[in-house]
């Protein structure tokens, strides 16, 4: 389903998620960024949960099973066209995820998939509103035993992304 010049924003799921001490990253196979790195995540479909939701993309972009974790924060995108008129409007909710279970292989809306070294993130030249959510879950949390994505929650909503893309 396509999600472009949408009647009202559209609602997303995103996950950061670490398995074995690595950054899962997709390769978007679609509209928007298609071409470009980023974090499993899709849309809510009518009636689903937002974990359900979160599960599902994962399962389909990635052949991975997760347990949902901590919420990191509220993403917003906006994208006009040349004219002004909106193109794209998401409002994404990004948790942190750890691996379950399945076979790490690309699908669905993912042309590829990776399980990226932290210290090797820059290569996948990263949108930096990606960037940051990946470093505020692999930082060292204040819930015991420094659970990622744990820390200062409430100062990361609703923060808006500038020009670029996610």
Known sequence: MSHERPARPVLGAAAVVIHEGRVLLIRRGQPPDEGEWSIPGGAVELGESVEAALCREVREETGLE???GAFLEIYERVERDADGAIRFHF???????????????????ASDVALADPADLDRFALAD????????TLAPGDAPGGAPGAASVSARRNRRAGPGGR
């Open 66 to 68: 997760i347990a949902v």
């Open 91 to 109: 409002v994404v909710l990004d948790y942190a995820a750890t691996v379950v279970g399945g076979t790490l292989t690309a699908g669905d809306d």
């Open 129 to 136: 509103s990606i960037r940051r959510v990946i470093d505020l």
